[in-house]
């Protein structure tokens, strides 16, 4: 295949394009040359493309292997890899968070398509954790690299609050039933991208609990200074859906939060994961099942 037609426009003074120039149903989007651009860009913006959901899996297949749609959550009948994120049935991210790195093997990427959208709000936003880290002073970039953190699943994280929640008291349960099942697992506080080698924050406030070994007040105070840098206005790049949109973001290097100020009015979106590797930080430490109580416990 090739891409030839395609081009890509910067989106932000740090990360995110638009490709332009084709259709990703007629086959011309060249998988190398896709993943390089994800790869320099950490996010893709394709306007307008109102994919089918075999064509998003097959886009998704262009860039590795799909996974399951969710660890605790079923997938669409017909298609086990999509996650349908609804509005109405209680699909709303209103936090910060990076997808399901609560695994010892986070998604790589992640394919997301515009079904339903408001005609006013209803925006994602993304947060480039690779410049952040690049634009932390060199004193606290070496504080951290050594650094791991626990992150463990929260089973409201992707339907906001209890009380802001649209689903059912035996949903609710049935989630939280579900994720207690999940052991905590352990990453590097740094990370270093498998084939950029680039290094990037590693912590998002939806799933990491604690760093280990420091105290609450370290702890909490460290993560909080990190969410802050990572998430200030320069590193982030906010985007109007329009019905038919796709986004792909590298989910090693970034975070998102949907924007929950639509009301009561329609959103669906429906997202299908890329497998990832298991991290490693710069000391070659890689991700593993949080195993010791004493560690895992906070």
Avoid at 13 to 27: I, N, P, Q, Y
Avoid at 150 to 176: C, K, N, T
Wanted: aromatic share 6%; proline share 8%; no cysteine.
């Amino acid at each position: 295949m090739s891409s030839q037609q395609w081009s890509a426009t910067p989106l932000t003074g740090t990360f995110g394009a638009e490709l332009r120039g084709g259709r990703v149903a007629d086959g011309s989007l060249d998988p190398l040359w896709l993943t390089a651009m994800l790869e320099e860009h950490l996010l893709l913006v394709l306007r307008d493309q109102h994919l089918t959901h075999p064509q998003q899996v097959d886009l998704a297949r262009a860039l590795g292997e799909p996974t399951p749609a969710h660890p605790v959550v079923p997938g669409h009948p017909d298609h086990p890899e999509i996650l349908v994120l609804d509005g109405a049935t209680g699909g709303r991210n209103a936090r910060w968070h990076t997808d399901v790195t609560f695994m010892p093997t986070p998604p790589a990427a992640s394919v997301l398509v515009g079904d339903e959208v408001p005609e006013f709000g209803g925006d994602t936003m993304w947060a480039d954790t690779r410049t952040a880290y690049e634009r932390l002073a060199p004193a606290l970039q070496l504080a951290i690299e050594s650094l791991e953190a626990v992150h463990r699943i929260s089973p409201l994280a992707y339907w906001g609050e209890p009380f802001d929640s649209a689903m059912g008291r035996d949903d609710a349960q049935q989630l939280y039933d579900d994720a207690a099942e999940v052991p905590p697992v352990i990453h590097p506080v740094v990370r270093v991208h498998p084939t950029t080698g680039r290094k990037n924050l590693f912590v998002n406030p939806g799933f990491t609990t604690h760093i280990v070994g420091l105290s609450r007040i370290e702890s909490d105070g460290l993560l909080r200074l990190l969410f802050e840098h990572a998430t200030q206005p320069e590193l982030v790049l906010r985007h109007h859906w329009r019905a038919g949109d796709v986004v792909i973001w590298d989910n090693r290097a970034t975070m998102h939060y949907a924007v929950d100020d639509y009301g009561v009015v329609q959103r669906r979106m429906r997202r299908v994961t890329i497998r990832g590797t298991t991290p490693v930080g710069p000391s070659g430490r890689a991700s593993r099942v949080a195993d010791d109580p004493l560690v895992a416990v906070r």
